[in-house]
């Protein structure tokens, strides 16, 4: 029997959802846009005082710091300090009364003994959490925060987790008892290596509404004789791999709050012809640890400046002035701009400033509530695009509906549920994709096959375990006999997406369409390493001293592709670090890993695929270490690069490369240290394990 035609009814009916579900849009949009956290610490012994905070360019405010009394390990705020934490809330609130006030504790940072000694004992955690509610509650705190935990070999973390769960129940209860709003909870976290000892994600994740990132800090003047940015964006150690290391163990992103510093550091060249980004440094300048406040900072390069202005490098994303001696890195406001994009970018909850005092005339604090507010207008779409998607379902429907009534065939109706139920998967695939890569291109297969000549043989490049790679751009195309599928190529393309540097070919896109699966990457003509190694007429030495970059990407157990500034490299698994082989981690050290495995073919004239030794049972790196272990480390060396006054440099070389290559990724070296060690040739240098 045939469908009858909807009626005024059932119309009217779904017209009256339809406009309900557009108020539930609304509603939806309006929540998410208030949840986006602008917050800041101010320290209670900061000059400024705190009527003169513009907290109307925040939704939450800190006020730091309270202690931990060693002998009842409640909590405790200094006397003298006492009017200020307490007046906090109501004072910011004359500017913005809709401000979020918390309450921040100071966990002991390098000496965390009275920390660790209250989560270590029930009844001690109790003082401190019962002590913690009400000081919060009795000065008009809406939360407590707590900052300064470092975890480290000897803390017990399982006692942490535990102190954050009950910290937890103890907010809860409160709330239920006293019918007031639950007290945020939240902690300043500082990055970690891969290897490092790790907070407790799950109990910081459950038990806590957002964990702010101290992304900044990690390069010190007076702690390392180099100059690098105390706060990069991108290029290792940076921001970028702290996030993703949080992420990557489970942390959800939208728990995450990207830490802002509006404070610099200035350090004192050793050379002043020597000034990029790694040089020898004299240590801190300027002021005793040569960390310097945004608001002086600016004063201090209009003094010594002389019409010298900073400039801002896109590589690690920093403002650098240089004169003459003084080296100095900084976010300015274009730099915080760029780091608030990010931090929407990848999908975190906001931003955290750091600390808000430091500011000059709020240009730091204005300047990244407006990159903050492009979020806004994105999501005041969301509702107007869904509600047009709907709309177009509800006519769909209704056509499809009319045609029945018409008595359309059923193999008509079936093509087009078909092609809905096709439309919906293939969309869902890529869209998520795209969500989880919004810096990639989407490329058309019209476009990619037009750009390859029809993916002819003649611009075919090679083969590795995913598929061919084509040109005249770099077009990676997944074999249709291929293993891998659908999750490889979401994996490749994520990953990818990730790896940003000056010196590394970037992904440029991807290709889903006609159900193909293609990666495009930029494409640089050439040779392979191997014959530059191995084939070519010049020597491999001059290869170490080119000043030319090239770069690598496509990371994988199978044959690595680097795409270069003179040739695409076709490296074997040997290049790959044992981490990512084991685990599929991306070490802050791979890259040292695969210079090593380079340099010790370019210092031996041997690959990596064939076996060396008396028995010929050691790979590469295993002989080469055995030769160096046993003192007769020239005879890993190519006996055609070795002369009198060479034999001493190749076995450093030697001592450096195996080095680089160490099991362990904290015990290799890091570029700049290599780097280094390099130009300074009398330098002594530790012995590889």
Not at 275 to 297: E, R
Request: with cysteine; hydrophobic share 35%; aromatic share 12%.
């Amino acid at each position: 029997m045939a469908a009858k035609f909807p009626t005024s009814i059932s119309i009217s009916t779904c017209f009256c959802n339809f406009f309900f579900f557009l108020l539930l849009c609304n509603f939806f949009s309006s929540s998410i846009s208030q949840q986006w956290v602008r917050s800041g610490y101010y320290i209670s012994r900061s000059e400024i005082p705190v009527s003169d905070i513009a907290s109307a360019l925040f939704t939450h405010l800190i006020c730091s710091f309270a202690y931990i009394n060693s002998s009842t390990f409640e909590l405790s705020i200094n006397s003298s300090e006492l009017p200020k934490f307490s007046s906090f809330t109501s004072t910011v609130r004359r500017k913005n009364n809709r401000i979020i006030t918390l309450l921040s504790v100071w966990a002991g940072g390098d000496d965390p003994a009275i920390f660790e000694s209250m989560v270590g004992n029930s009844s001690s955690r109790q003082f401190f959490i019962n002590s913690s509610i009400k000081a919060a509650r009795s000065y008009g705190f809406n939360g407590l925060d707590l900052f300064g935990f470092v975890p480290s070999e000897t803390t017990n973390m399982t006692n942490f987790g535990t102190f954050l769960d009950e910290l937890r129940e103890g907010t809860d209860s409160e709330s239920k008892t006293s019918r007031k709003t639950r007290l945020l909870l939240t902690m300043a976290g500082y990055c970690q290596k891969v290897f490092d000892v790790s907070y407790p994600i799950d109990s910081i994740s459950r038990s806590l509404d957002w964990l702010h990132i101290i992304a900044y800090d990690y390069h010190l003047p007076t702690k390392e004789r180099y100059i690098y940015p105390h706060a990069p964006l991108f290029d290792p150690q940076n921001t970028d791999f702290c996030i993703t290391v949080y992420i990557t163990r489970g942390f959800p992103a939208n728990k995450l709050v990207l830490g802002l510093p509006f404070h610099g550091y200035a350090w004192k060249l050793e050379n002043v012809n020597e000034n990029y980004v790694g040089s020898p440094a004299d240590g801190p300048v300027l002021t005793g640890d040569g960390s310097i406040g945004y608001k002086i900072m600016k004063s201090y390069i209009r003094d010594i400046g002389y019409g010298t202005t900073p400039v801002y490098n896109s590589t690690y994303v920093v403002d650098i002035f240089i004169k003459e001696s003084y080296w100095v890195n900084f976010d300015g406001p274009d730099v915080i701009g760029r780091k608030v994009d990010y931090s929407l970018e990848k999908g975190l909850l906001g931003y955290n400033v750091f600390q808000v005092s430091n500011d000059a005339d709020w240009v730091l604090s204005q300047a990244a509530k407006e990159a903050s507010e492009g979020r806004k207008r994105n999501q005041t779409l969301l509702p107007v695009a869904i509600a047009t998607a709907a709309l177009g379902i509800l006519l769909l429907f209704g056509v499809i509906f009319y045609l029945r009534g018409r008595r359309i065939s059923r193999g008509f109706l079936g093509v087009i549920k078909g092609l809905i139920q096709r439309s919906k998967c293939g969309m869902g695939s890529r869209e998520s994709l795209e969500s989880d890569t919004p810096n990639l291109q989407v490329f058309s297969y019209a476009t990619l096959k037009a750009a390859t000549n029809n993916f002819s043989a003649k611009n075919k490049l090679g083969e590795g375990g995913f598929g061919p790679v084509y040109k005249e751009i770099a077009v990676k195309k997944l074999s249709k006999n291929s293993n891998q599928g659908l999750e490889e190529f979401k994996n490749e393309v994520m990953l990818t997406a990730r790896l940003q540097h000056v010196n590394l070919l970037r992904v440029l896109g991807f290709c889903t369409d006609r159900e193909e699966k293609m990666l495009i990457y930029e494409y640089m003509p050439g040779k392979s390493l191997d014959f530059y190694l191995f084939a070519s007429g010049t020597p491999r030495y001059q290869i170490l001293a080119s000043r030319e970059s090239f770069g690598r990407t496509n990371l994988k157990q199978t044959p690595v592709e680097l795409l270069g500034h003179l040739w695409i490299i076709h490296v074997m698994q040997r290049l790959v670090p044992p981490e990512y082989v084991r685990n599929g981690i991306y070490s802050m050290k791979y890259d040292v890993y695969s210079f090593g495995v380079l340099l010790l073919q370019i210092i031996s004239g041997k690959k990596t695929n064939c076996r060396y030794g008396p028995s010929e049972n050691l790979n590469l790196l295993e002989y080469a270490y055995e030769t160096w272990i046993s003192g007769e480390g020239m005879e890993f060396i190519d006996p055609s690069l070795v002369d009198s006054a060479s034999s001493c440099k190749l076995t450093r070389c030697l001592q450096i490369a195996l080095l680089c290559v160490q099991e362990n990724p904290m015990d290799r070296l890091s570029m700049l240290e290599i780097s280094s060690i390099l130009r300074n040739g009398t330098s002594e240098i530790t012995s590889p394990k």
